[in-house]
Structure formats: C-alpha cells, structure tokens
C-alpha cells in the first residue's frame, strides 16, 4: 500500500449541511463497575470530530466494543462512552440503543449542524462481522458521508470498516487518525533511513513469522527478545530449560536465521537471561547465558549484557520498529529488559531517530515510563498494524481507495 494517493482523507474535502457517518474504535478498557480505565482511543477520534463538526456537519458515530455473542448484552453495551466523549468534545452526544429502530431513523432524520450521535455496539448484530447488503443498506441509508478513523479495525473485513463503502462510491474518507497511521508506517516500510533496526518480542514464534519474513527484506538489524527468543536459541542448539518453546516452529526459525544470513541482515539474540524456577515473582531466580539455562530453570527475561548490547545497536539506528516486550514486563522482577528497549528508544530518537512503537504490550511499556512523548509515533492498531508490517491489504484501507 505503498502508494495511497487515492485515499482522500477528511481534509480534502468541507461535509457543510452534510450527516457524517463515521465508523470510529471506542473498543476501550472497563472495570468492573463498567468504568473506562483508558480513554486513549476517544480522545484520539476527538480531532476527526472536531474537523467535521467545525465543517458544519452532523455526526453520527459507530464502533463496536469487546467480543459480544450476536445480541444485545448489558457488559458491552457503548453507554459509558457517553458522558467520556461528551465530556470531551463539550456538547451533549445523543445515544440510541438500537441501530435501526425507529428513533435512531427519527434521530438521525432531525440531526441539526453541530449535532452528535452514538450509536450502540454494531457487534450485537452478527451482520456486521458477516457482512450483507441489507445491513449495510440500512447504516448508509442514515447519512450523506462515510469516514474510516477505525485503523485498529481496517484489517477486518467488516459491514461498517469496508463492504459499507459501495454505499458511498463518492463521499467516503479517511478520518485523520487512520491516515496518520498509514503515513508513519509507510516512513518503516518504504523510506526507512538505515540502519534501520526491528526490535521484535513478545511469546510467540509463531505469531510474527510473517513479520520477520517481511522485514528482512527491508532492515539492516533485526533484535529478537522476549519468549520467541528461546525457540531460536534452542534451534541454534542451546539449552534453554524449562523455558517457553514452539518445537514446532524450530526449523522455521532455522530458516529465517539462514535467510538473515544470505540477506546480509544482522541478528542479535539476547546472550544471557533472566531465569527463575516459576512463573512467579515469589520463586528462586538468577541470571545466566542464555543457551546454558539449566533444566529446572526458566528465562523471564533478556540479562544485563543483552540490554547493554541491544542498546548499543539502537543507540546507532537511524529507524527504529519496534513490537513486543523484551521479558514478562508486568512482574517487576523480569520488567528491565523492556524498560531498557524504551529508554535506549526514546533516547535514540531524542538524538534524532526515527522510532515507531506498536502492539499493546510496548505501547503500555512506552506508557507506563511515560516516555510516548519521545517517541515519533505511536500506532493504535495491533493486530492492523501487523498485518500491515507483514505486507498484507488492509481491506478496511483498500475500500476507500477503490
């Protein structure tokens, strides 16, 4: 998606006197007093609202939240966004409990210039995740425009991310949010400045072969760290102990080092860890090399020596992406090891460097050090962000573009 010169974005375009549908991702945290804990995704919807309402438009929003079984279900309903995003936006949002009953029609039939409606999960009907015309026919029947601000949803092909755009051949936009999220993945996947280094962790092996595959095409360096790691060091034929293992993906991480090799790509495993006997911060622990971990022990984390050396390389990128923690950073004990990647990150781009930050679980560590500040960029999408990295078409993009 490397040219997107067809997608027309919000600002190309003034909705004056128009209704603007727009599909945003207000998929947020609750309590258990259904409470939002972050409101991260409203307020980043809040500047798309803003534009269109300034315009002169009436809005109507859609989201989803959670995983619903295909019906109304009070724990997933969207009324604790309300007063949120009322809050936030300093006006009153209008909230119908139904998609297609008579008031939402009626609603949205006397929207006024400035006006602002919720609708209700879109989850509650399972046409949304198996799109049909009908369905689709009776969301745009309620407005003139359409506008995708959903990144963290455009990699699922669903009614309101992309079958709903037949429906608006003319007026369908990218919100600012999604298009802001292509530009700056676009600067890791197609103008990366070398040395350009990848920082992959998390658990699995598994989940980000396609990531890897696709990025030693593009990267100068890519660092592996987290639990994925032990799967290429017993590979390599090391000992890793009682560590997290994929056996099965054993001659896949095999292969993508020898590719790595023929590519001239750089690898850096982590050289030493931090193990312990449980996955608990109660248990005996210590540090050692990482392919001589003993058989009762397990690897938490990447050691002092690793952090050192991976921070080295990042200190020397000129691009930086990075996904998934370095060890199980939310026991303090096994935590330094990604706190380390944040700060050698937001420091390397303090200095200049270009970083870009995605995936839940290294946006909360970016988070937690308040630190998203001294990145360049923050993506909201996980699972839409790594598809992307993988070069697969996002079809929630590739419908306002067609």
Request: proline share 3%; glycine share 8%.
């Amino acid at each position: 998606m490397k040219d997107i010169s067809k997608l027309r974005t919000i600002e190309d375009y003034n909705f004056k006197g128009k209704k603007v549908l727009i599909r945003v991702d207000f998929n947020v945290p609750l309590n258990h007093n259904r409470q939002i804990t972050d409101d991260t995704r409203i307020r980043e919807s809040i500047p798309t609202i803003q534009k269109v309402l300034n315009d002169g438009a009436s809005v109507i929003l859609m989201s989803h939240l959670g995983r619903p079984k295909g019906g109304y279900e009070q724990d997933y309903s969207l009324t604790p966004i309300v007063p949120v995003l009322s809050k936030l936006l300093n006006k009153n949002v209008i909230f119908t409990r139904d998609l297609f009953g008579e008031k939402t029609k009626k609603v949205a039939s006397e929207l006024k210039s400035g006006d602002v409606v919720l609708l209700e999960n879109l989850r509650f009907y399972p046409t949304e995740e198996n799109p049909n015309d009908d369905f689709a026919k009776d969301l745009a029947s309620l407005a003139d425009c359409y506008v995708n601000d959903a990144f963290a949803t455009a990699h699922r092909n669903h009614t309101s991310t992309a079958y709903i755009t037949k429906y608006f051949p003319k007026n369908k936009f990218s919100g600012l949010l999604l298009a802001n999220e292509i530009k700056n993945l676009n600067v890791v996947m197609y103008d990366a400045k070398p040395p350009f280094t990848a920082i992959i962790g998390g658990a699995k092996v598994s989940s980000k072969i396609g990531i890897i595959k696709n990025l030693i095409n593009k990267v100068d360096n890519i660092i592996i760290g987290g639990g994925m790691a032990f799967t290429f060091i017993k590979a390599l034929g090391g000992k890793v102990g009682n560590s997290l293992i994929e056996d099965d993906y054993l001659q896949s991480a095999k292969d993508m080092v020898q590719e790595m090799m023929l590519k001239g790509v750089n690898l850096y495993l982590p050289t030493d860890a931090i193990i312990s006997e449980g996955f608990s911060e109660l248990a005996k622990y210590g540090e050692c090399e990482i392919d001589k971990i003993p058989d009762e022990m397990m690897g938490l984390d990447i050691g002092k020596r690793s952090r050192r050396r991976f921070a080295e390389i990042i200190n020397k990128s000129n691009t930086i992406l990075w996904n998934g923690p370095m060890g199980v950073f939310e026991m303090e004990r096994f935590k330094q090891g990604t706190k380390a990647m944040a700060i050698s990150v937001a420091g390397a781009t303090i200095s200049g460097s270009y970083s870009l930050i995605g995936g839940g679980d290294s946006v909360a560590a970016i988070n937690e050090y308040n630190l998203a500040d001294q990145i360049s960029y923050v993506s909201t999408g996980g699972g839409a962000m790594l598809e992307y990295i993988e070069g697969r078409e996002l079809p929630g993009v590739t419908a306002l573009m067609k």
